[in-house]
């Protein structure tokens, strides 16, 4: 079961911001922290401050002294020092994982919220082991045929890590607040074979009766504030310390941004209300989510050799590449 504190990665970042204020506040600049410290190089200073180096604590301690940080302030910092550099700990939590899936589990990691839209996929910690399979397998097409050298990752392991990630939904003890705008497109023929559909519906119906998640279901047709178009899928997150900052994540087609610019951050929540306020409300959603799978159901019934023909998609060039990495 993932932990509910934080990742090292998030820790790391949470530690970079708080020395750099104290080394702002104390007036000091990063050349003359280093000569007072007996650093070889500012470089390391610049890693630490950026959350992009592993901490070494007696680094920190050496900081917080010549930044003389109050006794209150520096157990919390070399606590959270501890924190960040136990990589290993962390991942111990996880039953399989891989760098691709890694890189978002650090993100959910501690959250207190989530918040995620996505135009053509339904998200990462919602998906079944077929759905993600059909996903996962139709994006390393992609990198195949662009030669790509870096597909190396077992397709069932990049699965399994992906199944890893989603059991935070469902811990005991103080899981996040997860609310997801679903596109209609994102559960139709073109996403997957009918059984896969099926399959994925019954999920999210049972998903959507959890009392810490919110899913909201947007018809194709239905416009979106003053016409607004969402060019990209994104994700919000709020975590459960409140210093921690929040973080917004953007994914492009083979390409993702990570940003904690309050400026951008306050764009995209506004954008997540109004996709929102477009969508079903919640029992609206789950209502449609059932009556879409017993269409399935009813479609598939007269044939079998239907369904098995409806595999054929997943052999077709063109698909979006990174984007269904997640």
């Known amino acids: 079961m ?109 959250c207190a919220e989530i918040s995620e839209y996505n135009p ?61 705008v679903l596109e209609e497109t994102a559960l139709g023929h073109r996403a997957g074979p009918p059984e896969v559909l099926r399959e994925q519906l019954a999920q999210l119906c049972e998903l959507a009766m959890l009392p810490n998640v919110t899913l909201h279901v947007l018809p194709r047709d239905t416009p979106i504030g003053r016409w607004f178009l969402p060019p990209t899928a994104f994700s919000l997150y709020r975590f459960a310390d409140p210093l921690d900052p929040e973080t917004l994540a953007i994914e492009g087609g083979f390409t993702d941004v990570m940003s904690t610019e309050v400026i951008a951050l306050n764009r995209y929540k506004v954008v997540f209300e109004w996709l929102c306020a477009a969508a079903l409300p919640a029992t609206d959603t789950l209502s449609w989510l059932m009556k879409s799978m017993g269409r399935l159901s009813e479609a598939a019934a007269p044939s079998t050799v239907a369904i098995g023909s409806a595999t054929a998609p997943a052999q077709r060039r063109g698909s979006s590449g990174r984007l269904t990495e997640r």
């Open 2 to 110: 993932p932990p509910a504190a934080p990742s090292p990665i998030l820790r790391r970042r949470r530690l970079g911001i708080e020395l750099r204020r104290l080394r702002e506040a104390a007036g000091l600049t990063g050349d003359q922290v280093i000569d007072h410290v007996g650093w070889a190089s500012a470089s390391k200073l610049s890693r630490l401050e950026n959350g992009r180096s592993r901490p070494d604590p007696q680094d920190v301690r050496d900081l917080l002294d010549l930044y003389r940080a109050d006794e209150a302030l520096r157990v919390e910092l070399i606590g959270i020092t501890h924190e960040a550099g136990d990589m290993r700990g962390w991942l111990k939590n996880y039953p399989a994982m891989t760098q691709q899936q890694r890189s978002f589990a650090e993100l959910e990691a501690g």
């Open 120 to 180: 053509v996929l339904v998200p990462g910690l919602l998906q079944t082991t077929g759905y993600a399979r059909v996903r996962i397998s139709s994006a390393r097409q992609v990198d195949q045929e662009a030669g790509d050298p870096e597909v190396d990752e077992d397709i069932e392991t990049e699965i399994k890590a992906r199944l890893a990630r989603q059991s935070l939904l469902t811990r005991e003890t103080d899981p996040p607040r997860y609310t997801a």
